[in-house]
């Protein structure tokens, strides 16, 4: 994914840097050399965005940000079990990023006590 795209994904789902930052558990400053292609995108963090955007939008896209012809890119022609099984795998990534992230948090929080 271009970082182009990556932003234009971000836009669309009408979210600041710094909300998407901290959803995605990676600084504001990390976030934007993402954006500027100054560093390369993860590809979880990639593979999250797309499923995000088209949890919300209802649809596919295909890299560069376009809905392909009947909301499904080629990649997903397979069926849309297959789309619905990849969205719950990425929701279950989520979930398990969200518990990582918290963790992180609460060993950040003792050790600064310490």
Not at 14 to 38: C, D, M, P, Y
């Amino acid at each position: 994914m271009e970082p182009q795209d990556f932003k234009n994904y971000r836009k669309r789902l009408k979210i600041s840097q710094t909300e998407a930052a901290e959803n995605f558990g990676v600084s504001l400053r990390t976030f934007q050399t993402w954006e500027r292609g100054e560093s390369e995108i993860p590809k979880i963090a990639q593979k999250l965005l797309t499923l995000l955007l088209e949890k919300e939008a209802g649809t596919a896209y295909a890299p560069g940000g376009v809905a392909c012809e009947n909301g499904t890119p080629s990649a997903y022609n397979s069926a849309p079990e297959i789309l619905q099984e990849r969205l719950s795998a990425a929701e279950e990534k989520i979930t398990l990023l969200k518990q990582i992230i918290a963790e992180k948090e609460r060993l950040i929080q003792a050790i600064e006590k310490k």
